[in-house]
Each structure stands twice: as C-alpha cells, then as structure tokens.
C-alpha cells in the first residue's frame, strides 16, 4: 500500500471502457472508480457485457478502447496516430504485474486438474512470487484452511465437488493477496445445494474489508454482498447506486423490470 | 499341403538376430528420440502466432506423413548425398528418414494435444500472474502430455517396426538379418516367424509400460 495515496483515491478506475469483438461492440464506453473496501456487484442481463466488463479489469479480454488505471497508474502504452486517433499496447509485462495485483474467480473455476488442491494454490506464490516450496505450502494451508478445506491439501480436484473446487479457485487468488479481486459469476455452474457454501466463503471475505467486484444473476446474493451496485444494459452503465439505493428504490424503467424479476425484490 | 515347419535352426541363428536387435534398438532410440523433440518444436510453430512460422510448421508436417518412409529412406541415402556433396552412412540416412517422419507424426500430436486443452486453463493461469511461457510448461504441456500418451504410444510402436525399412539401405537391423538368414537357410518362413515373434518381445514392454502409466496418472487425477 502507498502511504502517499489518499485512502478515498480509487485503486482501480477505468474511463471509457470500450470493447469490440469484430464488428461487435460489447462494451460502449464505461467510467468506473473502484475505492478500496468497495464491493461492487455488477448487474445485467444475458449480452448486457457484464463479464466481458469484469475481464476487462484483469486484461482477460484487452480493451479496444479507453483506460484502465490502477492505483493511479495507467495500464498499457498510449500511441496517437497521426490522425489523432489513440491505439494502446499491452506488454506481457504489464499485464501481468496488474493481474497479481487483480485476482479472479471464474465461472468454471479453471483449477489445474493435474496438481492437487494444495498444489494449486502454491503454483502462484512460487512461479510468479519466487517463494519457498516451504514457505507457499505453509501460505497455501492457510488460505485453504481459510476457506474450509483444511481437510483437503492433498486431493485432486476431480475428486472435489462444485463448491469445493471453486473454494479452492478462491484460496488459489487469496494466496496472492490481491489488491482487488474479482469474482466472474462464480456460482453460475453449481449446483443450487452448493451454491450456499461458495456464497458464504465470498460474504466471509467481505467481513475483512477486501476489494472485490462480482458479477453475478443472484440478485438477493448481490444486494447482500454489494456496498454498490452497477446495472449495465447493453454494453453501457446503465444505472449505479448503492446496492439499497439501486436494489429497493430504482430510478430507472429498465432497471426496475430486471430487478423485478427476482422473486426476492419482485414487490 | 506338404510343407513341413523346422524350427531346429532357430537356436543356431539367435546369435545372429541378437545384433540385428541391437541395431534395431538403437534406431528406435534415436528415431523416436529426435522424433519427439524435432516434433515438439514443429508443434510450437504449428500454432506459432506468426503465420510464416505456421506455414513452415504446416509444410514440413505435410511434406513428410504424405510420403512413404519407405521413399523418403531411399531418398536421404541416394539423393540427398548429391544435393550435399557428401555421403551418409546407410545408419545415417535410415535415421534421418525415419526420425522427420516420426516428427511430423509427433507434430501432430502434441499440436492437437495442445489445441485441447481448454482456454480456461491459460486463463486460470494467467490469473495469477503467471507469463504465457510459464503457464504453457507449468499447466498445458503436463496435461499434453497425460492426454497424449496413448497417442505417443502408437507412434512409439509405430516407429519401432517403420524401423525394419532400413533393411533396404543394408542397415544390419532385425529385419536385415532375418531376411540373410532366410536365403542362408532356406526357410524364410519359419525365419520371419521367429523375427515376428521377436519383434512383439521387443514392443510388448514398452506399451505394457505405458499402459501402467495410464493406470497410475488415472489413480491420481
């Protein structure tokens, strides 16, 4: 953390956001400031770009316009052409400075099928932060204690279920200790028994003042987790607010319908 | 049918074969060896980013599984030489043929091996910070390389028999001296037989080996 940095300075902001697959526009120009403890659920239905959005953040998906800025530091190489048009070109280097800084938490949880749990979760601390075999499996215990699965160092994850693969995705990105972490509609392939657990793991986090974004179709999850609330329709920030600001007393039409079609804010 | 089978010389001519299973052990051993490492590294270009490296990956896979070993053998002992200025030893060219042939095989592998893995992989990877060079030899080659083994099995056993074409080029091989032994003897077919027989001692091993393999990277994943 940089003591020179108000603690009320956005840790990761982005102006303009815009993505294009091909002809495609995806994403129409986001601004977004993320403070650090923010918890920011963000809303939408299918092709909204919500998780296109997210993997923006983390370069998953590099942007086809705009900034990304993280802790007051522009991510890419801006080049004006001559007809004053901006292209922006991401090192490897870059990209992967930001992405230690900005975990996530995917949909499919992506595990490494041919490592076991604890396995997992040290490749990081020792590939990418050069730790001691030693000192990442101590690491790695802890967040895997963490999030519930002390019991489960040694086993591979396909012989994890859903919600236990996916806490072992989430202590995979803990053990980095990222700055803002972001979770890409993580409960979205489990089954709805399993579901809870991963919930709860992501509420426990929110008790330590993490940073996080969460995209996610659990309405009554996001207005529990969320200090704010971005609902984007097609491809643009369509209304933000807190989440009691956005969640009980919408403004707009469209997001009052989307919101209504859960059960739990239907009235 | 009159033929009758005589075996008696068999004991008699082991020694013989014995050498040729040496030689035939040796361009086994160099042939898959180059094979898989020159096939590693045509893979990489085969799905380089760089398009003319493609394209060379692409020609030379194509260039050497559509012709004949058997061609391509003849080829590197009678023509290759001209184009040099020097000639090979027949164990020379026989190496040559088989190990381009056994790459472009092994190309393939280890390309479709890599195409497989799923994208969430690389991003799982790449999450955590991890370079592209990392996560390509920590995550994707380790399960290439699981995924593939009943594919580099086949090519293995493939390139041990593909290994009998030297004969042609005089290569003293298995194959070379069971078909010496069969005009000395005149018993060809009980010769070939025992040459069979051997040739499957030979293989056997290696897929029983693989196969257990199989069995214990089940046991774990």
Known sequence: MNDTTPTDAPILRCEGLRKSFGNLEVLK????????????????????????????????????????????????????????????????????????????????????????????????LVTVLRQSKSAARTRAAEQLDRVGLGDKLDVYPSRLSGGQQQRVAIARALAMDPEVLLFDEPTSSLDPELVGEVLRTILALAEDGRTMLLVTHELGFAYRFATHVIYLYDGVVHETGTAEQVFRNPQKEKTRAFIARSSEFSL | MGYQFDFSMVIKILPVLWRGVIVTLELWAACLA??????????????????????????????????????????????????????????????????????????????????????????????????????????????????????????????????????????????????????????????????GIVYLVMIYPMTWTSAALERRMRRKA
């Not at chain 2, 497989?116 to 390509?136: D, K, L, N, P």
Request: glycine residues 10%; charged residues 20%.
């Open chain 1, 29 to 124: 120009g986001i601004d977004l400031d993320v403070k650090r403890g923010d918890r920011i659920a963000i809303i939408g239905g299918s092709g909204s770009g919500k998780s296109t959005f997210l993997r923006c953040l983390n370069f998953m998906e590099q942007p086809t316009g705009g900034k990304v800025i993280l802790d007051g530091e522009r991510i890419g190489t801006p080049r004006t052409g001559r007809d004053g048009s901006e292209t922006v070109t991401y090192r490897e280097r870059d990209l992967m400075s930001v992405r230690k800084r900005v975990g996530m938490v995917f949909q499919q949880f992506n595990l490494f099928p041919h490592m076991s749990t604890i396995e997992n979760v040290m490749e990081g």
């Open chain 2, 34 to 195: 180059i094979g898989l490492i020159l096939g590693f590294f045509i893979a990489l270009m085969r799905v380089s980013p760089a398009a003319p490296l493609r394209f060379l990956g692409r020609a030379f896979v194509e260039i050497f599984r559509n012709i004949p070993a058997l061609i391509q053998l003849i080829w590197f002992f009678y023509a290759f030489p001209i184009l040099i200025g020097a000639q090979l030893t027949p164990f020379t060219a026989a190496v040559l043929g088989i190990s381009l042939n056994t790459a472009a095989f092994s190309a393939e592998i280890y390309r479709s091996g890599i195409q497989s893995i799923e994208r969430g992989q690389w991003e799982g990877a790449m999450a955590i910070g991890m370079s592209r060079v990392a996560t390509f030899r920590r995550v994707i080659l380790p399960q290439v390389f699981r995924r593939m083994l009943p594919a580099f099995t086949n090519r293995a056993v493939e390139v041990a028999k593909v290994t009998s074409l030297a004969s042609v080029l005089s290569v003293h091989e298995l194959m070379y001296q069971g078909r010496l032994l069969s005009s000395t003897y005149y018993r060809p077919l009980e010769i070939l037989t025992t040459v």
